[in-house]
């Protein structure tokens, strides 16, 4: 899976990661190993996945989430400190291969303490099979191109934010 290491390199080439956002995570393992999304999860695509995030949170400071798919509501996996700190009630649900999907139920198992929500608004977040995690990224959402199209046979996209524009004609933006 060297994709995965590539593509998180040319992300922090960028300056992608800063630290102390959060970057949303929605990853298909079905979809990485080409298969349809939610059909044929791989707890090894997550746990390679997982390694490679927590190894670009260590250099960064970034704090990575992991959003589960349409079976737990693509409720957010993440450390219960990071939760506290940014007053989120959390939910009860264990996320699991078949409910949840690979990649959530991987960080949810080896987080230190994890702990799930039902909403966030992150900072940015790569998205690796069309999960679809738009509605857990702060408005306006602003797409991030990079050469690396594809993680395995998934399709990846991938965005960041800025603060809205508001106002009428006589608003100045810088």
Do not use: W
């Not at 949303?24 to 390679?48: F, K, N, P």
């Not at 400190?81 to 649900?93: E, F, K, S, Y």
């Not at 608004?121 to 069309?130: S, V």
């Not at 797409?143 to 395995?152: A, C, F, H, I, W």
């Amino acid at each position: 899976m060297t994709d995965i290491r590539q593509l998180l390199a040319e992300l922090t080439a960028i300056d992608f990661f800063k630290s102390g956002e959060i970057c949303l995570i929605g990853c298909s393992t079905s979809e990485v190993i080409g298969e349809r999304i939610g059909t044929h999860s791989s707890d090894e695509v997550g746990a390679t996945f997982f390694r490679a995030f927590t190894e670009v949170s260590e250099k960064t400071g970034v704090n990575f989430v992991f959003q589960g798919c349409e079976h737990i509501n693509r409720a957010i996996t993440l450390e219960k400190a990071l939760a506290d700190r940014l007053g989120l009630p959390t939910v009860t649900v264990v996320p699991v291969k078949e409910a949840g999907g690979s990649m959530s139920a991987y960080a949810y198992r080896h987080l230190s303490e994890p702990v799930v929500v039902e909403h966030i608004h992150a900072d940015c977040g790569i998205d690796i099979g069309q999960t679809l995690i738009g509605m857990h990224i702060k408005h306006v959402q602003i797409p991030v191109r990079v050469s690396t199209k594809k993680v395995g046979e998934a399709v990846v996209t991938i965005a960041t934010h800025r603060p809205k524009l508001i106002g009428g004609p006589r608003a100045q933006y810088e």
